[in-house]
Nanobody, 121 residues
Framework: QVRLVESGGGLVQAGGSLRLSCTAS????????MAWYRRAPEKTRELIAT???????NYADSVKGRFAISRDNDKNTVYLQADSVNVDDTGVYSC???????????????WGQGTQVTVSS
């Protein structure tokens, strides 16, 4: 069974940095686009960054220039480097990926369980 597991969340001071990781495991044949979403308190979930399997990335305006998404295809892992964080970056960060499982029926969409990031002022 395919799973996505995030790590790296926690408490960080405004102006600081943190790095989130998300690793896919299971019987995986191929991984397509991977992404990070964020749900801030009392707000809807926001797509903040995507990266395809060629390494092309896109960002939401709210994080552009401060966050960087990357991936290691050998490790089935996607990263989110967050720099110059502010209190508006507080939220639950979840990774998302299109994954083709071995012996499966093509690409399906998977979610991680989410990791809390809290930025203190």
């Amino acid at each position: 069974q395919v799973r996505l597991v995030e790590s790296g969340g926690g408490l960080v001071q405004a102006g600081g940095s943190l790095r989130l990781s998300c690793t896919a495991s299971g019987s995986i044949s191929s991984i397509g686009t991977m992404a990070w979403y964020r749900r801030a308190p009392e707000k809807t979930r926001e797509l903040i960054a995507t990266i395809n399997n060629a390494g092309h990335a896109n960002y939401a305006d709210s994080v552009k220039g401060r966050f960087a998404i990357s991936r290691d295809n050998d490790k089935n892992t996607v990263y989110l480097q967050a720099d110059s964080v502010n209190v508006d970056d507080t939220g639950v960060y979840s990774c998302n990926a299109y994954i083709s499982a071995s012996g499966g029926w093509g690409f399906m969409n998977y979610w991680g369980q989410g990791t809390q990031v809290t930025v203190s002022s």
